[in-house]
T-cell receptor, first 113, second 116 residues
């Protein structure tokens, strides 16, 4: 069974530029999560989707971050404009439902110059 | 509020030694789940175990074992006869389930280095 797929794996951009990350969850998983992981820290939740509905986006900085999960499968996380402090790893995870174990993708490592 | 503390930032052991990674958690919920994930240098978080708050039985899986003690709010992880491939950052995490499922809260991780 294929795991969670993320792309790109690495991204380097200049500050004020836009950037987008893509996630394809495990087939059949209804719940999708985006996490932010800063260096030396554990992941922190940005947003959680149940199918196509964002049910927990309280930690998403909505002035510059946006996300969507059209058709309840793939998801895209966007930052516009990026700031130096956004340099981090962005992890996507999925689970059968919100009660089940989350499985993580390899992450996208973002560097903002 | 829920919180996970992994007091050991880094641990180094020589191959074949046993090593225990500590995890202490805080929650006001009576129903919760505890997890361990492994993050190798490739970056992907690999699921190792999930334990619910009503099951305090210790678990063993090959060289891995977990000791869950509600009395001390701890969920420690032991690797027996460590190998170089065990080198990674290990995260303990908590999710409260009693009041509508809260997100995973992670500790800061313990970096384990196994030296040949």
């Amino acid at each position: 069974e294929a795991g969670v797929v993320q792309s790109p794996r690495y991204k380097i951009i200049e500050k004020k530029q836009p950037v987008a990350f893509w996630c394809n969850p495990i087939s059949g998983h209804n719940t999708l999560y985006w996490y932010l992981q800063n260096l030396g820290q554990g992941p922190e939740l940005l947003i959680r989707y149940e199918n196509e509905e964002a049910v927990d986006d309280s930690q998403l900085p909505k002035d510059r971050f946006s996300a969507e999960r059209l058709k309840g499968v793939d998801s895209t996380l966007k930052i516009q404009p990026a700031e130096l402090g956004d340099s981090a790893v962005y992890l996507c995870a999925s689970s059968l439902d919100s009660q089940e174990t989350q499985y993580f993708g390899p992450g996208t490592r973002l560097l903002v110059l | 509020a829920q919180k996970v503390t992994q007091a050991q930032t880094e641990i180094s052991v020589v191959e074949k030694e046993d090593v225990t990674l500590d995890c202490v958690y805080e929650t006001r919920d009576t129903t919760y789940y505890l997890f361990w994930y492994k993050q190798p240098p490739s970056g992907e978080l690999v699921f190792l175990i999930r334990r619910n708050s009503f099951d305090e039985q210790n678990e063993i899986s090959g060289r891995y074992s977990w000791n869950f003690q509600k009395s001390t709010s701890s969920f420690n992880f032991t690797i027996t006869a460590s190998q170089v491939v065990d080198s990674a950052v290990y995260f303990c995490a908590l999710s409260e389930a009693g009041s509508g499922n809260t997100p995973l809260v992670f500790g800061k991780g313990t970096r384990l280095s196994v030296i040949a």
